[in-house]
């Protein structure tokens, strides 16, 4: 479906490991779909992403909030707060970077996911999230200190879309449907990359144990060390993606692992759905995919990053997904513990689709 006057649109994803910039494959491609131009603004990791996925395609860059986790789990938190005076400079330096493009770009609308500074005093902006109730790790009295705070960078845009769906069953739980909302919400349903291929239904799974690591250093490094002494003794196929092209691949790799850096979206697309069950991290985007997939999966969250925390927690006592800690992480005892978990289906598939309805609605009006 095809349109007659072509909208110039801004989609700037954080760069809080790659989940962000995943998630906004299908609204670039639907975008793409309506005859609309898609402007990405992203740093050097998230551009080879883009290309990779679309080929020739519109990039500018924009300098990323690089955030890293202390490598101890208990100064986790503590170590996240600390950088938010330089996450501070980052929001005003992105804001003046939008003022001083805005022009040259000639952009007719844009689409921040979590980026706090990319709002325009003229052109229509929106801001894209999941997570309304921030958990900061130190109760309920700081949680409100931090979610006033948010609001008050929401409220500058023109609307906040949230990317879940707005009753039960969800997969947000109370990050996404707190007491109280900004103003001018849309719950848009969910986002994955691989909404195709659960369209499609093909690749029946082989059983095997797919790896799949993801996140900020140093705990991505951390976590792929305990997994990899873990699968040498592991007994069947395995399937290691260490989420990084800066990994160092291992040596000596045995007969019954397939080891990769990293992987575009259209391998490892037919990888997850063969898989019999998948390893990693709960962050939303990855959850996002492996629910529209209907994946078996253990979550293990980040440590010190309170929302993989709190979602791993959430998942697992809805039973979703299976959940078990970074520290003392035992593969064996988790995959014979999930042979009696649950695995409920998480979302019917038309929750994929109710972002095209919002993106039309809002492109409308532009």
Known sequence: MATQTPKRILIAPLDWGLGHTTRCVPLIR????????????????QRSFIEETFGAIDIIHLNGYDITYSKWNRFGQIGLLSQLSRINKCIQDEYKWLQEQAKALKLDGIISDNRYGLFHPVIPSVIMT???????GFGNNADRVIQKMHYK???RFGGTWVVDTPTVPNLGGKLSHPDRLPRDVNYIGLLSQFEDLAAAHLNPE????????SGPEPQRTTLSKILWQ????????????????KAIAPENI???????KRLTSKKLGPLLQSAGTVVC??????????????????????PGQTEQEYLGKYLHEQGVFYCAKQDGFDLNKAMN???GFRYKPAMPEDAYLVYKEKLVEWLSTL
């Not at 873990?230 to 092209?245: A, E, H, M």
């Open 153 to 155: 960078y929401l409220n």
């Open 130 to 136: 999941h997570q309304l109730q921030v958990q900061t």
């Open 206 to 213: 082989d059983g095997t144990l797919l790896i799949l690591l």
């Open 337 to 339: 513990e999930t042979a």
């Open 230 to 245: 873990q699968v040498l003794q592991y007994n069947g196929n395995v399937i290691f993606i260490d989420g990084s092209d």
């Open 30 to 45: 639907y975008i793409l779909s309506l005859g609309h131009i898609p402007v990405v603004a992203c740093n050097e990791s």
């Open 281 to 302: 991290r709960s962050g939303y985007s990855t959850i996002m995919d492996l629910a529209v997939l209907n994946k078996k999966a253990i979550l293990i969250p980040t």
């Open 254 to 260: 045995p007969p019954h692992i397939i080891y990769h």
